[in-house]
């Protein structure tokens, strides 16, 4: 079983992650949406994107931590990793996006 989509919502605001398979971690945090059906066309954009190894910014914060930032076609920002111990785990992280992304099923929380 692939990875999945977790879309919710906090007031009037909609997000959503992608977490990996098996070990259900966080893999991609999308960014913040005032509607739901933007949010959904943000997952989308992350399905068409996923693939396309350079949408892929590869980063280090202040701290020395690795993570990555996830951009469409259009380079507006889709989504940011987590933050990695190393630029090995960075890159497992992309590859946690890459492969389940394009499939992921979206799980819905906003119905209530």
Do not use: W
């Not at 977790?6 to 070990?23: H, P, T």
């Not at 396309?52 to 940011?80: C, I, K, M, P, W």
């Amino acid at each position: 079983m692939g990875g999945r989509f977790v879309l919710r919502a906090s007031g009037d605001q909609y997000s959503f992650s992608l977490k990996a398979a098996g070990n259900h971690e966080i893999s991609l945090t999308g960014e913040r949406y005032t509607a739901k059906a933007s949010a959904l066309k943000g997952i989308a954009a992350i399905r068409e994107s996923a693939a396309v190894d350079e949408r892929y910014d590869r980063r280090t914060a202040r701290d020395g931590s690795a993570y990555f930032v996830l951009r469409a076609a259009n380079h507006q920002v889709l989504g940011t990793s987590e933050m990695c111990s190393s630029p090995a785990r960075r890159e497992s992280g992309i590859a946690a996006v890459k492969a389940p992304a394009p499939a992921a099923v979206v799980d819905d929380e906003t119905r209530g």
